[in-house]
């Protein structure tokens, strides 16, 4: 195995001091906005990604990982000290959570969501470095046949394992797709749907959506119904844990980190329902189920560390397929994209700096992460009576800034207006934009793969098929599709999501 | 129960950008399936997105879920005006003018900003900005801009 030799390398890239210190900036900005409710990391990714072009591609992408599982520690402290999520996927920690910081245990519960996130995220990291190269190296055997089905099955499953409406959530993926088409046919070079606009010959900008989409619709959302927040400076004490309650937090911390690493490679699926699985887990092989809802350690320690080993695992498509699950990995490839890289199976390979510099920079980021978040608690707790008003137009101006130092073109900002005022029209009708990012990313690639699988059959839609590992992939998409007409899994569906919110 | 407005209007988003993608396409060159042309793709992505737009409309008057719930038209409009703004002034005002005027605004799309604090936080804001991005990062902005100079 050179498993240790990777390892090696990829220590020697990412503990250099420049890129220490980009990850620490994005744990950092992570852990910040992971304590504040109201913004996410996407949002925080799509107004920060302009900013990361002035960047190396390493220091950019590690910087992104951080910020992304950042918020995966923050969100849990906001969540057991004022029982209000700082980011959906820590949602299941505040039923407990709080009732324990209620009890006078604030500290035993920020330390095991703490702990248990570091091991998680420990473990889940090393997955992904043994996962990765096996994986890469199966995926470099896929013709255009093969991609174009994998592609078309992870859009469909990110569809379903997300919530909402399942055809709104198709037609957001349709319509990503049709967006990612505009400008230069790749192929011919023939201009299409720009409205003769020669600025978007190159395509509509990344950033652009990203900005609009993700950005300006979560401070629209925050600005229907501003209240204001009780900022409740506690004083936390006891950051220890007993022996007893290591004991008894070690089973839930294992369970949490093998679900979180299992669901966190599902598209779509990620922290959120892992979390939730976790947490229901838990409560179902418990002796005592009836302390769950009332301070129970397991239900801290459990989603805790789903949450995080799914943010970790959630990469391994991205790194090893070039394939978007989420809207922070659909980002990541767009800066990819940028930087000039081909994202896909050859990254391991060909970029074997970059990739284990990632996945190394992923175990020293969960591991300031801890140094952030324990110690530095009375910050973080003090940092939630910044008030919403002052936060976000220092998030929009550097965002303008950001955006225009890209390409210093006047358009990609109007077009940030744009994307935002369709975008919130279509999250008040009830239409997410995740679906939407995945498309975008996608949409080139799948119709190089699908023109290019029909020169090699020569016209005939067979080829999907005909080649076993392509049907392969189909029949799962039509299983995945088949699974959610099925009138009990509708209603389960919408029960897991009404719980989630 | 009435029309489903907000799944109606969805559906009919969908359905008016796919028609449009269409209309757009149909000058492409279509290709053979062996060989397909720029205008092969869109058109069937378009027709899809529009049966998807029908499907909802439909769906959706069975459906009892038609809140859209409250907006906020002051945030709504200072917001995206803040991006323009900048976008239309970063060279003739310069970062320090064309950044005030884009953070001011975007501090007054909040009901609950004073005007006072909306002067102090963009002076702040202007300040770190000129420092993070000229000095800091160096990005080649112009601190001034064209209209101003002599």
């Known amino acids: 195995m050179d498993i240790i030799g990777n390892l090696g390398l990829g220590f020697s890239v990412a503990l250099e001091p420049s890129r220490l210190l980009y990850c620490f900036i994005g744990t950092l900005v992570g852990t910040l906005i992971g304590v504040l409710p109201g913004i996410g990391p996407t949002a925080t990714i799509a107004m920060l990604l302009p900013l990361t072009f002035t960047l190396d591609p390493l220091s950019a992408l590690i910087m992104m990982a951080g910020i992304y599982y950042g918020a995966q520690y923050g969100g849990s402290t906001t969540a057991i000290l004022i029982n209000l999520p700082g980011e959906s996927s820590s949602a299941v920690t505040a039923i407990d959570g709080y009732q324990m910081a209620r009890q006078g245990k604030a500290g035993a519960a920020l330390a095991t969501a703490a702990l248990g996130s570091f091991f998680a995220g420990t473990v889940a990291t090393l997955i992904v470095a043994l996962a990765a190269p096996p994986l890469s190296a199966v995926a470099l055997r ?155 350690i397991e239900g801290v320690a459990a989603p805790e560390s789903a949450n995080n080993a799914a943010a970790q695992t959630s990469f391994i498509p991205m790194l090893t397929l070039g394939l978007p699950i989420n809207a922070v990995s659909a980002l990541m490839i767009g800066a990819m994209i940028m930087q000039g890289m081909i994202p896909g ?157 | 129960m009435g029309i489903n407005l907000k799944d109606t209007a969805a559906g009919l988003i969908f359905c008016s950008i796919g028609a449009w993608f269409i209309y757009e396409g149909a000058a492409l060159d279509r290709g053979t399936a062996d060989r397909m042309g720029p205008g092969f793709f869109p058109p069937v992505l378009a027709a899809i997105l529009i049966v998807l737009g029908l499907i909802i409309i439909i769906l959706g008057q069975r459906s009892s879920d038609r809140a859209v719930g409250q907006v906020s038209w002051r945030g709504l409009f200072l917001t995206l005006a803040a991006p323009v703004i900048f976008g239309a002034t970063v060279q003739g005002l310069g970062l320090i003018g064309s950044l005030s005027l884009t953070t001011f605004c975007a501090a007054m799309a909040s009901r609950r900003m004073t005007l006072l604090n909306a002067l102090v936080i963009t002076a702040g804001l202007v300040v770190f900005s000129v420092l993070l991005f000229v000095y800091g990062i160096g990005l080649p902005l112009p601190l001034v801009g064209s209209w101003i100079r002599i």
């Open chain 1, 142 to 296: 896929f013709g255009p046949p093969e991609y174009f089905s994998l592609m078309i099955l992870g859009l469909i499953a990110s569809v379903i394992l997300a919530s909402g409406s399942v055809p709104k959530a198709l037609a957001m993926v349709v319509l990503g797709i049709l967006l990612g088409l505009v400008g230069m046919d790749r192929q011919t070079a023939v201009s299409r749907f720009t409205l003769g606009y020669y600025e978007l010959a190159d395509g509509i900008e990344i950033i652009s959506i990203a900005v609009g989409m993700f950005g300006m619709t979560e401070i629209l959302k925050n600005l229907e119904n501003e209240t204001t927040r009780q900022a409740m400076a506690k004083r936390v004490s006891n950051l220890m844990l007993s022996l007893a309650e290591i004991k008894q937090i070690a089973a839930p911390v294992l369970r949490g980190t093998a679900i979180g690493s299992a669901l966190g490679v599902l598209p779509g699926g990620g922290a959120v329902l892992s979390s939730f699985a976790a947490y229901m887990v838990e409560k179902k092989i418990s002796k005592s189920p009836e302390r769950f809802g009332h301070g129970a």
């Open chain 1, 345 to 501: 199976p050859n990254i391991v390979v060909e970029q074997a700096p970059l990739f284990w510099g990632i996945i190394v920079s992923m175990w020293i980021g969960n591991l300031m992460l801890v140094l952030l978040n324990l110690p530095m608690i009375g910050l973080w707790v003090r940092l939630l009576s910044v008030p919403y008003y002052v936060l976000f137009p220092a998030i929009l101006t550097f965002s303008a800034v950001g955006v225009y130092s890209v390409n210093a073109n006047p358009f990609d900002l109007y077009f940030i207006a744009v994307f935002g005022a369709l975008g919130y029209a279509l999250i008040k009708l009830g239409c997410e934009p995740v679906p939407l990012i995945l498309g975008f990313v996608l949409g080139p690639m799948l119709e190089d793969q699908l023109r290019r699988s029909m020169i090699l059959s020569r016209g005939s839609v067979m080829i999907f098929i005909e080649r076993p590992i392509s049907l392969g992939f189909i029949i799962v998409t039509l299983a995945v599709l088949a699974l959610i007409l099925l009138p009990s899994v509708v209603s389960k569906r919408e029960q897991v999501f009404v719980e989630e919110d």
